[in-house]
């Protein structure tokens, strides 16, 4: 019964401790392997910039320009933020090991005589280094913490093993977690210091480091013993000769481990191998399962009963993972430093001398192929020791060759992890203090290095900041440090000197992405625009922010450039869009879907509206209901507040793409007046929509409000609609205030192109028979042919069927065939729904009619089709605010007399005497 309670406990806790390895393994091979700097926190922080695209080209002759929109490229610059606190980490790691010694105290109560003294010695030894008085009950680091937990440990441990040897092994575990659970308890309430908890879990870290310091002592020679068990288990019976096998296999462990050592200790430069030493912890469990196996069958009288020591050995080696684990995540690197060299010097000291005792007590028997495994530690007599102590002479040999660098190891980890609890628990000065500390002992020693800088900077000691930034660069440069001292510099208008760091900063640490990345950013800063895309351009392979930069960055020197690469990162899609845009290319529709939907879950409001802004910067004729919806609901979003302008504008630019000529003219007037800053730039965009569209004298109005309020940047093109307007002495104040050439075509009287212009002057004030006339006898030219152009569009609502063809058949004859003019002119009835379809896609328009009050066919079709009169008028009304066309306006004062609102009427008559001579009105029939 007591064989098979043992064995019980024995299993139970052989599958705690491999679930404690298996996880501690887990976490310690993805930080070793994988993520190397958990605690260096390098962020990218997104910012906009705009880009000029051209929306739509405007051709009226000679008269020519891009209708161009702002687009937003977004760029990512890199920041070096202060490492994250882990109090919950912390708080996990401390319960593995409260759980780990609970175990171990259990257990020692089983020990004999000589093992218990020395076991209780090493852990009244282990709680008085790991600084526990430092919770100050009763003063000052007073030793009352100490005395608490000697007494919660230790006092049912020696109970035990005087009055409870035969007790099973679960009522002692649990006896031991609650004695030692109340010394805990009582530590954190008596403590008057700030979250004691918090210091008592770091704190920890000291005494999980003992048990795997002894734990590692214990397997000093375990590779080399379980690789040569292994070979003669298999030469049983076989009689091989593998005194060559182990010998190759020891001397080739030795030379890693001694090229280990030299890596470590920098007296050779570039490592050989490139994986940290403390990788052999996980062969060292595995070996030295083996064996101890293999001891504990051939030695009856060994420290404890062989279940407790495997327990041991697996619980050593679960905790020491985890160790491994808490010392990365952390960024204690002089721990880290000291647990390598610790590793290293015992398995160096105790593997050589374990060779010299195998080799001079087996040689000769070494080949026989008998079970000379189960004599290896048989007799367990003085050579075994004496290898023993020979490995602590080589480890001393060791320590004195790296110049007991370990002393100093051990002194920066203590200092680390007192820093990395004041750091948690938000007391920055003294956690400064202790990280300048540490890092003056021991420099390698980063997240030290780089917490003291940015603690100094958010207790505003920016100096002092930049001056330990400035010593790590020249003493020990890390890429964290560079790229905060020079975002710092940058911060300070002092782009020079930023630069020289992450200039230098590359040539330490070659293909850096963030040092490139940030380089190239503050080249084009410094107009060094060659150097920042060819630093972009050495450095993009496999590097996602590095190549979005490289894309936006050249979009916006002029140089996009198309690339058919699809990415699935919203960042890199939005400046695809803005490429294509400033190419004037569509976008492929599945990018455009695919960002869109990004877009709507996605909770920044900077990349939501640059998104939308790009997204809607082409001509999409579908209906932009559902858009305009989704930005109107934005607008209502709190957090959305500050975009509420860019939202509205790239409402205007959805609206002009899809044809929609009134309401995007209203509103950019309106944007015009809620934003008095920008009011320029509205008015001289809604300008260069009415000229599109022929209407150059309110266009010319609102270019020269634009420049009451700040439009500075005339073209030509604005001095040509000025003139044709007929704000000719505007036109040359103008031109001379801003150094505007003024166009030699606008100076001829005579001439082709003179009579061109002053046609499509007043274009629309004509009557669509007038203006046919006026047509035919125009000469045959391409100018002719522009002309018969905007008659079919602007005059067909006014021109017999005849005449429609005969100018059908001039733009044939210059540009093609014409399907769908053809259709159309087939039967021009503007009620018929082929008829007006096909129209419609002649001149690639929606379906909404009303959408350009300049197209005066479809917006009178669109009247016919109203029944209610008033409606009708209202439409009417509406359209006639642009357009001056003749028939619309009688249409209009037709409308307005049917719901009898004479005096609208006569008023829009008298106002239609302005450019319509008097005696032609009377001839009319109203």
Not at 214 to 221: L, M, R
Not at 329 to 335: L, R, T, V
Not at 413 to 421: Q, R, S
Not at 595 to 620: C, T, Y
């Amino acid at each position: 019964m007591n064989q098979q309670r043992k064995t019980f406990q024995f299993s139970f806790s052989t599958l705690s401790s491999l679930l404690l390895i298996i996880s501690g393994g887990i976490f310690a091979l993805y930080y070793l392997l994988f993520e190397t700097k958990p605690y260096r926190t390098i962020e990218s922080a997104t910012f906009l910039d705009t880009v000029k695209i051209p929306f739509d080209w405007v051709q009226i002759g000679p008269i020519s320009f891009p209708i161009t929109l702002d687009n937003f490229l977004v760029f990512q610059e890199y920041f070096s933020l202060a490492s994250p606190t882990l109090p919950l980490e912390a708080k996990l790691f401390a319960a593995i090991v409260f759980l780990v010694a609970v175990s171990f105290l259990s257990v020692l109560s089983d020990f004999k005589k000589l093992a218990i003294v020395a076991g209780g010695i090493g852990w009244i030894v282990l709680l008085t280094v790991c600084n526990f008085n430092g919770l100050n009950i009763g003063g000052p680091s007073a030793n009352i913490p100490l005395i608490i937990l000697l007494i919660g440990s230790l006092a049912s441990v020696i109970c035990f093993h005087i009055w409870g040897q035969n007790l099973p092994f679960w009522i002692k575990w649990i006896s031991n977690a609650l004695s030692l659970s109340l010394a805990v308890f009582f530590l954190v309430q008596l403590s008057p210091i700030e979250n004691p908890a918090i210091y008592l879990a770091e704190h920890a870290t000291i005494l999980a480091f003992g048990f795997a310091v002894a734990w590692i002592f214990w397997n000093g020679h375990s590779i080399v013993s379980g690789s040569y068990i292994l070979l003669a288990r298999s030469n049983r019976k076989i009689g091989v000769k593998i005194a060559w096998q182990v010998a190759i296999i020891s001397l080739g462990y030795l030379t890693i481990l001694f090229l280990l050592f030299m890596e470590m200790m920098g007296d050779i430069v570039n490592p050989v191998f490139g994986f940290s030493p403390l990788l052999l912890i996980i062969p060292l469990g595995a070996f030295g399962w083996l064996s101890l196996d293999s001891k504990t069958k051939q030695i009856p009288n060994l420290a404890a009963s062989p279940q407790i020591l495997k327990a041991l050995h697996l619980l050593g080696l679960g905790l020491t993972l985890w160790l491994v684990y808490k010392l990365l995540i952390s960024g204690n690197q002089p721990a880290e430093e000291l647990l390598k060299h610790v590793l290293l010097y015992s398995q160096i000291g105790f593997s050589l001398f374990f060779i010299v005792y195998l080799f001079s007590n087996f040689l000769s028997i070494m080949d026989s192929g008998k079970a000379i495994d189960e004599i290896l530690y048989k007799p367990f007599s003085l050579p075994y020791y004496h290898l023993r102590i020979g490995g602590l002479m080589a480890i001393l040999v060791l320590t004195i060759y790296a110049e007991g660098v370990i002393a100093t190891q051990a002194n920066a980890m203590t200092n680390n992890i007192l820093a990395d609890y004041f750091y948690q628990t938000n007391q920055k000065l003294e956690a400064s203090i202790l990280y300048e500390n540490s890092w003056f002992k021991y420099r390698k020693n980063e997240k030290a290095k780089n917490l003291t800088a940015q603690l100094l900077f958010q207790i505003n000691q920016p100096t002092l900041a930049k001056q330990h930034l400035e010593e790590s660069f020249a003493e020990y440069p890390q890429v964290d440090n560079i790229l905060l001292l020079s975002n710092r510099l940058h911060r300070e208008n002092k782009v020079i000197e930023s630069i020289f760091y992450l200039e230098r900063g590359l040539s330490f640490f070659p293909k850096n992405p963030y040092l490139a990345n940030n380089l190239a950013l503050f080249y084009t800063k410094v107009n060094k625009l060659t150097e920042a895309i060819q630093v972009l351009e050495e450095n993009t392979s496999g590097k996602d922010v590095l190549y979005s930069n490289l894309l936006a960055l050249k979009t916006k020197l002029g140089s996009p450039k198309a690339d058919s690469t699809s990415s699935n990162q919203l960042i890199d899609q939005i400046n695809q869009l803005a490429t294509n845009n400033s190419l004037a290319n569509y976008s492929p529709d599945d990018l455009k879907s695919d960002l869109k939907e990004k877009l709507e879950n996605k909770a920044s409001p900077m990349l939501i509206q640059a998104g939308f802004r790009n997204l809607f910067s082409e001509k999409d004729r579908q209906d932009p209901s559902s858009d305009l919806a989704i930005l109107d609901s934005l607008g209502l979003r709190e957090d959305m507040m500050d975009y509420i302008m860019d939202l509205q504008e790239t409402a205007v630019i959805r609206s002009l793409g899809a044809g929609r000529v009134m309401e995007s003219v209203k509103n950019l007037n309106g944007l015009a007046f809620r934003n008095p800053g920008s009011a320029g730039y509205y008015l001289s965009l809604s300008s260069q929509i009415l000229a599109q569209n022929l209407d150059f004298k309110k266009s010319a109005r609102e270019l020269l409000v634009a420049e009451e309020k700040g439009f500075k940047a005339f073209q030509p093109h604005h001095i040509s609609i000025l003139t044709l307007a007929g704000f000719v002495d505007n036109a040359n104040e103008i031109s001379e205030k801003y150094e505007v050439i003024y166009p030699s075509f606008l100076r001829d009287e005579e001439g082709l192109i003179s009579d061109y212009l002053q046609i499509v002057a007043r274009f629309h004030e004509y009557f669509p028979e007038d203006l046919f006339d006026i047509w035919t006898s125009f000469p045959d030219s391409e100018l002719k042919t522009d002309l018969a152009i905007r008659i079919l569009t602007y005059k067909s609502h006014g021109i017999e069927k005849d005449d429609l063809t005969i100018l059908a058949e001039n733009l044939r004859a210059r540009i093609g065939e014409t399907p769908e003019l053809d259709k159309f002119l087939s039967n021009p009835d503007w009620q018929n729904k082929d008829a007006l379809g096909s129209f419609l896609d002649w001149l690639n328009l929606s379906e909404e009619l009303t959408a350009n009050p300049y197209i005066t066919p479809l917006v009178l079709s669109a009247a016919e089709r109203v029944s209610d009169p008033l409606a009708q008028y209202e439409l009417l009304n509406e359209a006639s605010q642009f357009n001056r066309d003749p028939l619309l306006w009688i249409r209009k004062i037709q409308a307005a007399k049917r719901i009898n609102l004479d005096s609208y009427a006569n008023d829009a008559l008298k106002e239609m005497k302005e450019w319509i001579p008097e005696a032609k009105l009377d001839s009319l029939k109203y």
